[in-house]
């Protein structure tokens, strides 16, 4: 039953820089997966603009909302597990350690701009747990960039091979269309009156088929003959290991407010996302989605929605087994057995209470301050998963206290939002009084100004420092040494590690060719030892 369970489980994330459609994709393929029955379900795009303001200001709406953080929804008798991965306002370090629990990534381009900063980032965490990427190029109804400099970008600036599944016939006014290079068939683009596609496909008996000619006009359908004849003649062949292995991505075309494109890309993307896989744990541990022992990692907490209370929902991923409300398991950091009898799914807009869930899922325990990020789970005794590490922060900013007094309740908030995982905290020898403290998003800064006032009562501010890279040097013993060895400032992390920060690349390009025999790890695993 278990083995089954899993098998129909795909679990997915999306990444994209702000506005390449993220949202409007989504909606669509909600709506293919009939877990909504109307456009502008997921999240009003005024309502999801002033997201951080309303949290701000309404102390009742926690950041992004809890239900959104995943979405479960069934099509053809698949169980999708859509993880969210806020590409906005609240872009953070979750945004990175959702990834983690992810077994695939669609990546979202706007045609025009191609390769943006945040997807570049969102890219290299999906690579370095070499997480397939399914790449969909959007936006193809305005002016877009040229197909080819599009694939060039992709596998310059990201290093990953492309493999276009579909191309695009023209763009902007003149789009008319892709060509499905795999079923050798053309989808043809027609806008309707409401704005929306009309789709309309047709099979042709492949690239040299003169109804192309009839079809798009004969200029159009020459310059896609020699387009598809120059993918085929040099253009990477399709290689599924490859694929699998985050080494090459397929590319598909369309315009997912049109409509246009989305369902020939949700059924291609069946067939590409993978089933959960091994994870490793360990002590050289493969950990199995068909193991009988259950399995699972917190890679997010999160404050719950009823500011009355400090309890907190923990995200967890299920890697193995099947979890059944009440289980008791194993908490690996805390070395006891606990059991875990509230656990929550989300099915689109609603909270169910889980009864028993299977690899590949996500549950949402009730955590009364049992939980971190990083934490594993597990029945038949202690095993640990290496699954969540700590991201390097790309903002830093010494934390000053304004009112002395409240020293105790700064020390408390601190601690606890670290250990949610919106900050970082790091402390420079000699200056322990005024942490150092590490986010992604910039505007992180403004969230925890807020939350440190309004939940622990400590007003502070933040200097920012001009560092843009963390890295936890394996082979210094202390900052001191690092200091000694130029690395412009040296601090220790939560567990003592000594971190380097640098300004730039330039800076951190010096460093490891001055410290050979250093190594600079661009991340820190967060589970503390049982
Ligand atoms: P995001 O979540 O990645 O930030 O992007 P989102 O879906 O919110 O889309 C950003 C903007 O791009 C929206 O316009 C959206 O309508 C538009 N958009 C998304 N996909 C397409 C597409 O395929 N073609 C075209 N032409 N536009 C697209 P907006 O003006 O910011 O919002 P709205 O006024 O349309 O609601």
Same mark, same amino acid.
């Given at each position: 039953?278990?083995?089954?369970?899993?098998?129909?489980?795909?679990?997915?994330?999306?990444?994209?820089?702000?506005?390449?459609?993220?949202?409007?994709?989504?909606?669509?393929?909600?709506?293919?997966?009939?877990?909504?029955?109307?456009?502008?379900?997921?999240?009003?795009?005024?309502?999801?603009?002033? #997201?951080?303001?309303?949290?701000?200001?309404?102390?009742?709406?926690?950041?992004?909302?809890?239900?959104?953080?995943?979405?479960?929804?069934?099509?053809?008798?698949?169980?999708?597990?859509?993880?969210?991965?806020?590409?906005?306002?609240?872009?953070?370090?979750?945004?990175?350690?959702?990834?983690?629990?992810?077994?695939?990534?669609?990546?979202?381009?706007?045609?025009?701009?191609?390769?943006?900063?945040?997807?570049?980032?969102?890219?290299?965490?999906?690579?370095?747990?070499?997480?397939?990427?399914?790449?969909?190029?959007?936006?193809?109804?305005?002016?877009?960039?040229?197909?080819?400099?599009?694939?060039?970008?992709?596998?310059?600036?990201?290093?990953?091979?492309?493999?276009?599944?579909?191309?695009?016939?023209?763009?902007?006014?003149?789009?008319?269309?892709?060509?499905?290079?795999?079923?050798?068939?053309?989808?043809?683009?027609?806008?309707?009156?409401?704005?929306?596609?009309?789709?309309?496909?047709?099979?042709?008996?492949?690239?040299?088929?003169?109804?192309?000619?009839?079809?798009?006009?004969?200029?159009?359908?020459?310059?896609?003959?020699?387009?598809?004849?120059?993918?085929?003649?040099?253009?990477?062949?399709?290689?599924?290991?490859?694929?699998?292995?985050?080494?090459?991505?397929?590319?598909?075309?369309?315009? #997912?407010?049109?409509?246009?494109?989305?369902?020939?890309?949700?059924?291609?993307?069946?067939?590409?996302?993978?089933?959960?896989?091994?994870?490793?744990?360990?002590?050289?541990?493969?950990?199995?989605?068909?193991?009988?022992?259950?399995?699972?990692?917190?890679?997010?907490?999160?404050?719950?929605?009823?500011?009355?209370?400090?309890?907190?929902?923990?995200?967890?991923?299920?890697?193995?087994?099947?979890?059944?409300?009440?289980?008791?398991?194993?908490?690996?950091?805390?070395?006891?057995?606990?059991?875990?009898?509230?656990?929550?799914?989300?099915?689109?807009?609603?909270?169910?209470?889980?009864?028993?869930?299977?690899?590949?899922?996500?549950?949402? *325990?009730?955590?009364?301050?049992?939980?971190?990020?990083?934490?594993?789970?597990?029945?038949?005794?202690?095993?640990?998963?290496?699954?969540?590490?700590?991201?390097?922060?790309?903002?830093?900013?010494? *934390?000053?206290?304004?009112?002395?007094?409240?020293?105790?309740?700064?020390?408390?908030?601190?601690?606890?939002?670290?250990?949610?995982?919106?900050?970082?905290?790091?402390?420079?020898?000699?200056?322990?009084?005024?942490?150092?403290?590490?986010?992604?998003?910039?505007?992180?800064?403004?969230?925890?100004?807020?939350?440190?006032?309004?939940?622990?009562?400590?007003?502070?501010?933040?200097?920012?420092?001009?560092?843009?890279?963390?890295?936890?040097?394996?082979?210094?013993?202390?900052?001191?040494?690092?200091?000694?060895?130029?690395?412009?400032? #040296?601090?220790?992390?939560?567990?003592?590690?000594?971190?380097?920060?640098?300004?730039?690349?330039?800076?951190?390009?010096?460093?490891?060719?001055?410290?050979?025999?250093?190594?600079?790890?661009?991340?820190?695993?967060?589970?503390?030892?049982?």
């Amino acid at each position: 039953m278990a083995q089954k369970e899993f098998q129909r489980r795909r679990t997915f994330a999306i990444i994209s820089h702000p506005d390449a459609g993220k949202t409007t994709l989504t909606e669509k393929l909600l709506l293919y997966g009939g877990a909504i029955h109307a456009a502008g379900a997921v999240k009003s795009r005024k309502a999801k603009r002033s #997201a951080v303001s309303d949290w701000m200001a309404l102390e009742k709406q926690r950041g992004i909302s809890v239900t959104s953080s995943v979405l479960q929804f069934e099509y053809d008798d698949i169980r999708w597990n859509l993880l969210d991965t806020p590409g906005h306002n609240d872009f953070s370090e979750d945004t990175y350690r959702t990834l983690m629990a992810a077994d695939c990534a669609i990546m979202i381009l706007d045609a025009a701009r191609g390769v943006e900063p945040q997807t570049r980032k969102l890219f290299h965490v999906c690579r370095m747990r070499n997480t397939p990427v399914v790449t969909f190029i959007n936006k193809m109804d305005r002016p877009a960039r040229d197909a080819f400099a599009l694939m060039s970008d992709v596998e310059e600036v990201l290093g990953v091979s492309t493999v276009p599944f579909t191309w695009p016939i023209g763009s902007g006014d003149l789009f008319q269309g892709v060509y499905d290079r795999r079923n050798e068939a053309v989808l043809r683009f027609e806008r309707s009156s409401e704005g929306q596609a009309k789709r309309a496909e047709m099979k042709v008996t492949g690239i040299d088929d003169p109804e192309l000619d009839s079809l798009l006009g004969e200029e159009p359908a020459q310059t896609l003959r020699d387009e598809i004849e120059l993918l085929d003649g040099a253009g990477e062949e399709w290689d599924e290991a490859r694929f699998l292995a985050g080494d090459l991505t397929p590319v598909f075309f369309g315009s #997912a407010l049109t409509n246009f494109g989305v369902e020939p890309f949700l059924q291609s993307f069946k067939g590409l996302c993978p089933a959960p896989g091994q994870r490793q744990a360990s002590g050289d541990v493969t950990v199995n989605p068909s193991d009988d022992r259950f399995s699972a990692f917190v890679f997010k907490v999160q404050a719950n929605m009823d500011p009355s209370h400090r309890d907190r929902i923990a995200f967890a991923r299920i890697c193995s087994g099947k979890f059944e409300g009440g289980m008791r398991v194993h908490h690996y950091r805390l070395g006891k057995a606990i059991r875990l009898n509230r656990a929550e799914q989300f099915f689109a807009q609603d909270r169910e209470n889980v009864l028993e869930a299977f690899a590949g899922d996500i549950i949402g *325990l009730y955590d009364p301050g049992l939980f971190r990020i990083g934490d594993t789970l597990s029945t038949e005794g202690p095993m640990v998963f290496d699954a969540v590490p700590r991201f390097s922060p790309e903002h830093f900013g010494r *934390l000053q206290l304004l009112d002395p007094l409240k020293r105790k309740q700064l020390q408390k908030g601190i601690q606890e939002l670290s250990e949610e995982g919106t900050v970082q905290l790091f402390s420079e020898p000699g200056r322990e009084k005024d942490p150092v403290c590490g986010v992604v998003g910039r505007l992180q800064f403004e969230v925890l100004m807020f939350r440190l006032e309004h939940e622990y009562g400590a007003k502070v501010t933040f200097d920012l420092l001009p560092y843009q890279y963390a890295r936890w040097v394996e082979g210094a013993a202390d900052c001191e040494e690092l200091k000694a060895r130029r690395v412009p400032m #040296a601090v220790l992390d939560r567990d003592n590690r000594p971190v380097a920060l640098f300004r730039d690349e330039w800076e951190l390009g010096r460093a490891a060719r001055d410290n050979e025999n250093w190594i600079f790890h661009e991340t820190a695993p967060i589970v503390a030892a049982a």
